[in-house]
């Protein structure tokens, strides 16, 4: 494959604040039992690409405990693989994709990998984007950068030559442009674009409220079709949980739930992640529920995201709104008596 | 971790020839188990949990999913430079293959690999048996007792006694007899077919054994046996705790439900003793509007539009419709038609059970499905 990649872990989105407080807006889970990560890098691997450097900015430790080496991906290779490559707070963390400054900091990536060709790619889109598809189209364009664009949505993807890459890198600051995303958005330019059109799933993920909709959409089989291709799997960092119990008396229905849970309350229309504990008499609607929640008996709860470990005490209600989900912070506990 | 080395052997070349049309392909400890799990997934993983770290396993009868499965062990940690997994099939002398023809045998033809790991302690394992126990306590207890082999034995209910090797011990749990399935058994007290030796005793019987012409080279049947007669120091460890060993159609399916019941002492679900097996990339489960899951299991994968009442269902299982299973057992990558009615069935990987299929099984027997059971429903156009 003449292609390499640069995944960019490092943008910010303030719209996500809850849910990045101690992770990356990459490793934000999603889907029960994936991180948004998951996807890009799938579609990477899936399309045949073995040269990926994901570029965080801090907080970056539950990223790299994700990721690790790329075992996950079959990107622990001898040749290429998978490089990790924190770049500083001062050049990362802007809210456009490919910031030059991070990019400039890892040169080397650049500059002795063997690929002609780079994809530049955010962590905050999910879809199903087949690379060798957009490269071989770009190529086949003759354009200097390809972006991928779905229904007149940017999905912030662009193709472009490492040599053209690697000269916007070292010649941004008198370019005066930022970033990849920057290039591309320029009114006067000296370079040829291209747009490649991609027909499928997609969900940009830059708020709580559009993290909320995109998760329950899945609920819709429809889009699950789409997202989970048998011949374009999905890889995540597995986990060893069992199967989920549910217990005689649990009342489940339109629920996307992971491993290792255990449900005896009733739960509709939410997505449940692995290790979740619902207790007796307990009510989950439209909610999310992250890795290893425990919710106790009698909690009523609709329009929640609750996010890892967190603890939710008997009697429990709380009631959010599909424009306003409640966000409860990873570890947070809630109890009757904080209601009053 | 332990201190002085222990190699733990790990007998998988089993048939389970009363398992039928299920191990028909795979030897018995690759027999799925528990919606994610192959049997051998427990011994394995009582071993990384137990802290040993170099474990053969040695196998025979179709040994190949066993092989792929295995692998470099990676899922149980066993990939190691040092020690880890080694996999231990028959091999070819200068005189002709060698197969295993008992539990002894087997090992004795791998004493070269045992001289090469130059271990203190050998723990002899099953792998068809579906149990999680620290072997840190069992070599322990052997090594406190100065003994030269520790078998592990478990308390079975009176009537159930005849149907074991039964240990008779006296109060310090010295082993006195051996009574191999007795009529009228004298104690209570099953072996459990894991046994601890003292690694310098166990050469020196097996080659022993080896030699002897009248011998079955078993290590039920013989070496233990002619230990106790030699008067070597045999102690019982007395095991608390699950054991089942999965040996027909019904303790397989027995031991699935057993899973469902929150009391049986089988808990998947402690994180501090994790059953680790391979796990396959699938999205999560989905339980649709039509879907109806009550005191069962259900891994990933799978899509479940029907009613699964008190049953384990494996990775990628579709329940249509208007479905309805009880009690029962689905394997991976089946899909249970519309309106199909199945009650204590087991059904192996990979079946197509077709729209309107019933088991008719009044007797409450359970009911190994096959496809050739399918084929003939759809011969005799659905009746």
Known sequence: MNLMAVVDASVKKEGLQDLTMQRTVS???FAGRYRLIDFPLSNLVNSGVNTVGVFPTYPFASLLDHIGVGKSWDLDRRKNGLFFLPVTQRDGGISSVGAFGALEEHIQFFTKSIQPHAVVINSFIVSQLDFKDMLDQHIQSGADITEAVSGGVSLKTYILSKDLLIDLIRTHRDKKVVSVEDVVNLKKSPYKFNEYEYEGYFAVIDSVQSYFQASLALLDEENRKQLFLADRPIYTKVKDEPPTRYVSGCHVERALVANGSTIMGQVADSIISRAVYIKKSARVEKCIIMQKCVIEENCDLSYVIADKDVYIGEGVVLHGTAEQPIVLRKGEKVTKEDMR | MMNDKVVAMLLAGGQGSRLKSLTYTIAKPALPFGGKYRIIDFPLS?????????????TQYQPHVLHEYIGLGTPWDLDRHNGGVTMLPPYAEIDGI????GTASAIYQNISFLQSCDPEYVLILSGDHIYKMDYELLVDYHKEHEADVTISVLEVPWEEA????????????????????????????ASMGVYVFTWEKLKEYLETDNVDESSSHDFGKDILPSMLQKGEKMVAYPFKGYWKDVGTVESLWEANMD?????????????????????PQLPPQVITGTGNVQGSMVNEGCVISGEVLKSVIFQNVM???????????IMSGVTIGKNVKLHRAIVPPRLDVPEGFEVSNQKDEVVLLTQEQLDEWKERGGK
């Open chain 1, 27 to 29: 490793s934000v889970p």
């Open chain 2, 46 to 58: 009582n071993c990384t949990n137990s802290g040993i770290e170099t474990v053969g396993v040695l």
């Open chain 2, 98 to 101: 060698k197969w295993y023809a």
């Open chain 2, 162 to 189: 005849s149907r074991f090797g039964v240990i008779n011990v006296n109060d310090e749990m010295d082993v006195l007899e051996f009574d191999e399935k007795p009529e009228n058994p004298k104690s209570n007290l």
């Open chain 2, 259 to 279: 899973l469902l019941d929150l009391n049986s002492g089988l808990n998947l679900h402690d994180p501090g003793w994790r059953i680790f097996s391979s796990n």
């Open chain 2, 319 to 329: 329940v249509e419709e208007g479905a309805s299973v009880s009690e029962s057992v």
